[in-house]
């Protein structure tokens, strides 16, 4: 029997979610951002075009003056979220005095060939402080909404399914078993696996065996890098911090994480 899951088909392809996503580029805007997703949510925006809620992804980072291999890092990281694929509408909101502000975002996407009007974009600042912000924010989404076609659904086969792949500690080897079974079904299924190179299984003679064959592991993936093409993905850790692993893992634009 071939297995389906029940998607939302989309101009952009099938989605196994949709949510409207408010990125803030710093620090700064996080807590305002997530603000703005609760209120969002409260009001039932998007409902009837199947967004499923409003998030805001805070986070602790682009106020400071790093550069180099971390800001590589960071921007990366961003542009994965934003890119991804349950993402139906994505915000970007700067406080307005960071370094990596709404400009710095545009030349990043622009840099990878995504055009800008893809996004809205929001300063808590030029436009005039929270309540201000707050509401073209809301105005935005809403206007984006206006333009979505009538969401609809159908069974789709596993080929659609992106999966994250993630252990620590010590695995057994019924547990490499099953998860190298469950890679084989997707990647053979025509899907996409993600796995962070820190991920233990990766170090199970089983798993490799069953996956990998006599190929050595390897990182397809620079860490946050987005997943393009389907099929088994190894990404680069720059750290075994597991939050941090976790972070990198999202941004590649899986579905679901299975740890």
Not at 211 to 218: A, E, F, H, I, K
Request: contains cysteine; hydrophobic residues 40%; negative net charge.
């Amino acid at each position: 029997t071939s297995l389906t899951f029940n998607a939302i088909q989309t101009r952009e392809g099938n989605r196994s979610d949709q949510i409207g996503l408010i990125l803030p580029t710093s620090l700064c805007s996080g807590q305002i951002a997530q603000m703005i997703a609760v209120r969002l949510n409260r009001d039932g925006v998007g409902r009837e075009h199947e967004i499923s809620r409003f998030v805001a992804l805070a986070h602790t980072e682009g106020c400071g003056v790093s550069s180099g291999n971390s800001e590589e890092i960071y921007t990366r990281t961003l542009v994965g979220h934003l890119t991804h694929p349950i993402v139906a509408f994505g915000l970007l909101l700067e406080h307005g005095c960071e370094k990596t502000h709404n400009d710095y975002m545009s030349n990043a996407l622009a840099k990878q060939g995504i055009a800008r009007e893809r996004y809205g974009w929001a300063s808590v600042q030029l436009d005039g402080g929270i309540e201000a912000v707050t509401q073209k924010v809301e105005g935005w989404f809403r206007k984006a909404l206006e333009s979505m076609s009538p969401p609809s659904r159908a069974d789709v086969g596993l080929g659609n399914l992106r999966i994250g792949l993630m252990s620590s500690g010590k695995i057994t080897s019924t547990a490499a078993q099953s998860l190298a079974e469950l890679t084989q079904t997707i990647v053979g299924s025509g899907g996409t696996i993600v796995a962070p190179v820190n991920a233990t299984f990766l170090t199970s003679p089983v798993y490799l065996e069953n996956v990998l064959g006599d190929q050595p592991v390897r990182n397809t993936l620079a860490y946050g890098q987005s997943a393009i093409e389907p099929g088994f993905h190894i990404m680069e850790t720059p750290t075994d911090h597991v939050v941090e692993t976790l972070t990198g893992l999202g941004a590649t634009g899986v579905d679901v994480m299975l740890a």
